[in-house]
């Protein structure tokens, strides 16, 4: 499947951003969509991921603060993203993953920047 990611920008900290993952093809069978995001110079980390029965996942350092969500009628998978800091500054990343058979497909990345 084919993933293209948007919405990122520059937010000032404490500010909101919603990303998008919107997919070229139905996401209903695909078992899960997750956020990735990669800071300069650190290694890609998960954020937060869903699977196909809405179970979320998340990081501790969103928890409470990014909310994943997705919508199969618009094959896209939203990050809403709240009181947003500095270190949240990385490029996003979404990705979607069935078992069986084993896939893994990345969207291009979209780059978030939290500074005043």
């Known amino acids: 499947v084919q993933l293209q990611a948007f919405g990122g920008g520059l937010v000032q900290p404490g500010g909101s951003l919603r990303l998008s993952c919107a997919a070229s093809?139905?996401?209903?069978?695909?078992?899960?969509m997750g956020w990735y995001r990669q800071a300069p110079g650190k290694a890609r980390e998960l954020v937060a991921s869903?699977?196909?029965?809405?179970?979320?996942n998340y990081a501790d350092f969103v928890k409470g603060r990014f909310t994943i969500s997705r919508d199969n009628a618009k094959n896209t998978v939203y990050l809403q993203m709240n009181s947003l800091k500095p270190e949240d500054t990385a490029v996003y990343y979404c990705?979607?993953?069935?078992?069986?058979?084993?896939?893994?497909?990345w969207g291009q990345g979209t780059l978030v920047t939290v500074s005043s």
């Open positions: 990705n979607s993953k069935t078992f069986r058979p084993f896939t893994s497909d």
């Open positions: 869903i699977s196909g029965g809405s179970t979320t």
């Open positions: 093809r139905n996401i209903f069978s695909i078992d899960i």
